[in-house]
């Protein structure tokens, strides 16, 4: 077999290796089922490791958000998007400063990894967590 054959020979046994291990059904059953589209809408609560509890009022249209944060000095707006599972949403507070807040979706509906920064000051940050449990309402595709 010339060199250019069996280099053609070993990519077709790999790739026939690939294809097998990729449509096998022990192979589908790993295959995480993700969420395309979560339903975060409501009120629901933050509680960040700097000690503040603030109270957030979600209106949800698709993959974006906004709504209210309010920290006991009044409602303030916020805007953001959950996509996939990633959480983002901006809060413009009543001090001028805007606080920047991530969060990733688990596979359950929990928002986990809170992380919230202060855009001005980005030497102030914060965790946070909230015990909301979110629906998926739109599943990825298989």
């Known amino acids: 077999m010339s060199n250019g054959g069996a280099s053609g020979f070993v990519l077709f046994v790999l790739s026939s290796l690939f294809l097998y291990a990729c449509t096998t059904p022990a192979a589908k059953m790993r295959m995480p089922q993700g969420c395309q589209h979560w339903d975060i809408n409501g009120t629901w609560s933050i509680d960040q490791s700097n000690g503040f509890y603030i109270t957030v009022v979600v209106r949800q249209t698709n993959d974006e958000f906004a709504g209210t944060a309010d920290y006991g ?37 929990l928002l ?10 980005p030497a102030s940050t914060a965790t946070w967590s909230t015990a909301r449990q979110f629906q998926c309402v739109a599943k990825l595709p298989r």
Do not use: C, E, K
Request: hydrophobic residues 40%.
């Open 112 to 121: 986990t990894d809170g992380f919230t920064q202060n855009i001005s000051m």
């Open 73 to 109: 000095s009044g409602p303030v707006p916020l805007v953001g998007t959950v996509r996939d599972s990633h959480l983002a949403m901006t809060v413009s507070w009543a001090s001028g400063g805007a606080g920047l807040y991530t969060a990733a979706m688990s596979p359950g509906g």
